[in-house]
Every structure is written in structure tokens, then in C-alpha cells.
């Protein structure tokens, strides 16, 4: 049951007000002063505070509201008063208030008010127990998850993790390949050495072999010194090698050499150096396509695909955007200095209905400028740029189009049509009438006439 606490030091305000939260199904306190206020919040945890600007006594609404900042971060704060200024109004919000009601009220806007409040504290506590679940149950270094792809992902991981064999990562642009290498690293006996990492079709192919390998001076033409490879600099460690499919073929002759004998030899030297190096390779290249095409060598495949990881599509993996989008709005937030707190439920949505080309580094982007734009503590759907705008487009487009007349006739048509969209939004709703009235746009007696009209039942009643 929900708790409310009512401080005002008008006897039948606290009477009026306390009737219309137990109405509301609450469990109600009320006191006449904020120093039995404090006393209260200190010792007890509310949901909603609602509390009189004006007092006697030492302590007013505002040192109420202070009192409930540095105690609770998602109990709300209702402050009523009967002297409302523009000036102690902005001082209220600013201070984390969650509304603001001038006396006296309509009993409406009072139960409105608490049914807003109690949504916003239950969405505070949704993304505060996200935050604990990222950190103690779905992370492997910073790659977050707890769909069944993502937990196969982990399982593998696990099993290689502290062996010597080579790990080829597989998948899209922006799914995080480098963060399973990073993962791997750092989770294993090898954290203490260097971890060193290199984009193969970033480097042009004339200085890509002297990056890898080495290089003693005089070895080519501006060799003016000898330079240790990647290879020596991860000695001990771990050498990623991202996108190894843009590797041109005569380097991947040497890099299969240096897999085989497991040392290098650096441009021009005379002798070869032993290594002890994990490799582990991405690429979002098709390899086995890319070695019947002639690309790619079928001998490094096979060394390098000991052991393959593939990181799915974040359209593969919708149920993590919750936990993903909350983890990338927390770091944005704290890198930015920003106020925000929660993802309201239709921004929400909104991300889950998103396709996402490219993949988690795009979501990660779209929450960066979420929280940029923000003017709350709150990401709206305004906010998050190309995904409101493209949800306008939709929803302007025609939903259907035939190119032959439905055979069972239209009234039936549209009847199995008009069905499936209720039970789509009462699913979604999780059978909250009214919630599935809201997502329809239409009103509650409307969707309770459509409900009765096509014979759906459901248990119980709002």
C-alpha cells in the first residue's frame, strides 16, 4: 500500500486531505508541523509528501522539502499554499518539488496530482532497481545484458576467458565487439599486462606491416630508428585486431606466421622474438564468404576461429534497451552534469519500438543528446531526436494496404482487425483498462464499449 504524509497546521485541511488519499486506496500520516514532519521522514519512508508552504514553527514546506531531498531521491513532494508567488513556486521546483497547488482546490485536481506523483516515484524505483540489477547480475566488464542472446555471449566468454586460445567476434557494426575484448582482458590473469588494440582498415597497407611488426632503422627508405611493433608492445597481454577482414592478403601471410610460431620478426632484422600474446579479432565481415570470394586465407580463419563470439543486433536483443538506455543516461548525466534521473514511460516505448541501425553505439548516441536536450529530470519523447520524428511519420502513414478485398467481407475484417488491436494494447498495458484506453487514444467508456461489442472478458475490474 502506498504511503502519504500530510503536514499542515489547518486541522480540517489534514481531514480532507487524509479522506481523499484513503480513498485513493493510501495509507495515510498526517502532522501539524514540519519539525514532526522531519522527525517522520527521517524515521520512515513515503511515497508522496503532501505539505503547507506556510507554517509555525521553525521549519516550513520548503525545509520539509529540503528534509525529503536529502532523505529520499524518489519520494515526491506536493507543496500547497494559499500565498502562491511566481517566485516560491520556481524555488520549489528548483529544489525538486514535484508539483505545485494553490488553495483552495478541487478535490479532482488533488487526486490527479497524487496519481501523477505516485506513477513518477514508481518509475524512480523502476530505474533505481535497473541500476542495481546492472551492476550485480547483468555485466561483464561494460557489456550489459539479460536477454538469452546476450547470456550466451557471457557463457562463452566465461569459458575461454583464461585460456591462451585464439577468440574471432563476429557481428554488426556498433554491437560492442571491442568491449568483449576488453572483457576477456580485463577479467583474466592477463589484466595486469597492456591490452592494445588496432583498427586493420584504418591504417594504410604500406604501414600497416610496420605498425604490427616492427621495424629496425634502415629497414626502408625514413627508418631512421628502430620501432617496436603491437605485437611486442602486448607481449604478456592481449592484441585485439579489429576488422581483420580489411587486411590485405600478403599481410595475412605473415600475421598466419606469427600465429604458428608465436614470435615476429621486425622489417629488416635479422632474428625472430618470442611472444606470449592472446589475439583476439572482430570483424563484421562474413569470413567464410569473404574465403570462398578469395579474400581472406582459409588457413588464418581457421587459426584465428578457434573460438568464435557472435554479438547480436540490438534488434535481437530489444528486452536489454531498458537496462542499456538507463546505463548510458546515468554516465551521460554524470559526464554532463545533468539532473536526470528516469526515461518517462512513453520515451520509453519509444526506444523499443526503434529499429536501430546501428545497433547499441546508436543508442548510446541517441541518450548523450537525450540528456543534452533534457529541461528536466525526466528524458520525454521530445527529446530523443529522429526517433519522435520518425514516430510522427509513421503514424501519419496509411497502417494498411491491399491489393485484393478481404474475402470474409469488411464488417468481419475490420472486426479481427479492431480485435487484435485491443489485445495488443491491453498486453502492452499489462490488462490495465484505463492504461489501454490512454495508448489508444480513446476514452475509457470507449474502450469499454469496443471490449463488450467483440465478447473480450477480462478478470476482475478497474
Known sequence: MKRVLIVDDEPSMREILSLLMRRAGCLVESVASGDEAISLIEQDDFDVVFTDLKMPGS??????LKCVRRVSSSTQVV???AFATTETAIEAMKLGAYDYVQKPFKNKEIEAVLEKSLEKRALLQENSLLRDELRERYQFG???????????????????IDTKVNVLVLGESGTGKELVARALHYNSQRKERPFVAINCGAIPESLLE?????????AFTGADRDKIGLFQLADGGTLFLDEIGEMPLALQVKLLRVLQDRCVRPLGAQHDISLDVRLIAATNRNLKEEVRLGRFREDLFFRLNVLSI????????????PLLAQSFL????????RPIRSISREAMELLLRYDYPGNVRELQNIME???????GEEILPEFLLGLAEQQTTLSRETPFSFSTLPPEGLESFLASVEREILLEAL?????????AAKLLQISFRSLRYRLSKLEIALDGDE
Open 59 to 64: 521549519v516550513d514546506g520548503i525545509g520539509v
Open 79 to 81: 507543496i500547497l499554499t
Open 142 to 160: 561494460n557489456l550489459l545484458g539479460k536477454s538469452d542472446p546476450m547470456k550466451k555471449v557471457f557463457d562463452l566468454m566465461r569459458k575461454v
Open 210 to 218: 610496420s605498425e604490427l611488426f616492427g621495424h629496425v632503422k634502415g
Open 310 to 321: 557472435h554479438m547480436p543486433a540490438l534488434r535481437e536483443r530489444t528486452e536489454d534497451i
Open 330 to 337: 546515468a554516465r551521460a548525466a554524470q559526464e554532463l552534469q
Open 369 to 375: 543528446r537525450a540528456v543534452l536536450l533534457a529541461t
Open 427 to 435: 498486453h502492452q498495458a499489462d490488462g490495465i483498462r484505463k492504461e
